[in-house]
């Protein structure tokens, strides 16, 4: 049953995300490389991000050494369970400015991944979306009449191998290798005016397209111990070292005609723009280092809290081929709170007891800086996990986030998203010992 849940929710969340333009809708996705992906699990988000907390039946996304791991005493202290997991999402945003407002909605697949443990070390494989384009710009001129259009869409995803050992009883390591490939495309067209006000026949569009690839690594470290009898102490790290992606480049100007009642728009000719001739053709776009660090307490498979601090130096960041649109960029930080309560694991009596409640806050700036003003986001999110299976160990997650991100100040934007996320974290013992009775 769980296989052919597994199949539907696959397809159905896939298909979907494939027939989209764009898995993001904020205009912020026009700077960089794309808006960031948060690279976790519905779990990790519920708790407003945190990657501290590490178990045995969830994949932590953010954290490679939580991948490793002693062998369980349920199964005799011979393995650990294969995890499986894999979520979608759904958000819907309001936007608002000076000049008025918008109502956006998008469906996505946020990730699917799977560890599998061998001995104390743990391996993981999977595929999460990095970051994602998709947005719808105008701008308007004094008397109202459109200025200048904006579209894009598209983004980077990031496949990875993971690798987790315990190296003491209370310290583990771990290390991730990862690929980035994707393609973001955007186009611009600045619309001219005779002197009646009337749209001229023939405007100028200019598309881009960026196919784009790279290797990183993230290393993580993860320590728990315990305080007195109860009390349990998480604490983890990851650092991201700078990373080098390769960008191929097409630009190419079309002549278009748009009708003016609908905005439609017809090509008549294509001239590509010559980037190879300027040097332009081959680029690379440094995405900066990134390192979190935070610390909890809590009791094991009852509470826990906890609090984690990321610095991103996004003031490094580069992209040969955009040198100058418009955005400056500055170093992002972030803070997130937040924590679990299971009222009683292993209650048989009351499945609403076994279910775990988790909630959080964070918030911190993007590292754009836009007209001179800081772009900053703030989120407030829970969640809950639901128990699946005869042994508990899989379960179903939902997780809800209000947020919001930007401001209406200097012509900008301001964000208010709600989102729902739905994820499966699905336990299987793979590898059994023969027992003769």
Known sequence: MIKKLVIVFILTFALKSVAQSGTTASPYSFYGIGSLKFKGTVENRSMGGLSIYSD???????????????????????????????????????????????????????????????????VGIGLIPYTSVGFKLETLNDDGTLNERFDGDGGLNRTYLSLGYPITKNLSAGIDFSFYFGNIKNSTVKYLYNTDGELVQYQTKETNRSDMSGLSVNIGLLYKAKLGDKLDLHSGLTFQPETTLNSNNDRAFSTIVTNSS?????????????????????????????????????????????????????KNFSNELYVDNGTDYENSTSLSIGGFIIPKYNAFDSYFKRMVYRAGVRFGSTGLNINNTSIDEFGISFGVGLPVGTDFFSNANFGFEFGNRGTVDNNLVKENYFKFQLGLSLNDRWFQKNRLN
């Open 56 to 122: 045995s039946i969830h994949i932590n996304l953010r954290n490679p050494a939580a991948y490793g791991g002693e062998n369980l005493a349920v199964y005799r202290n011979e393995n650990r369970p294969v995890t499986f997991s894999l979520a979608a999402s759904h958000t819907q945003v309001k936007l608002k400015s000076d000049s008025g407002k918008d109502n956006l909605k998008n469906s996505s697949l946020d990730y699917f991944a799977l560890a599998i443990p061998i001995g104390k070390l743990g």
């Open 262 to 314: 609908t905005g439609q728009e017809f090509v008549i000719n294509t001239t590509d723009a010559g980037l190879e001739e300027r040097g332009l053709d081959k680029t690379k776009a440094n995405i900066p280092y990134k390192l979190s660090l935070g610390a909890g307490i809590g009791q094991e498979r009852i509470w826990f809290v906890g609090l984690e601090y990321t610095y991103f130096n996004m």
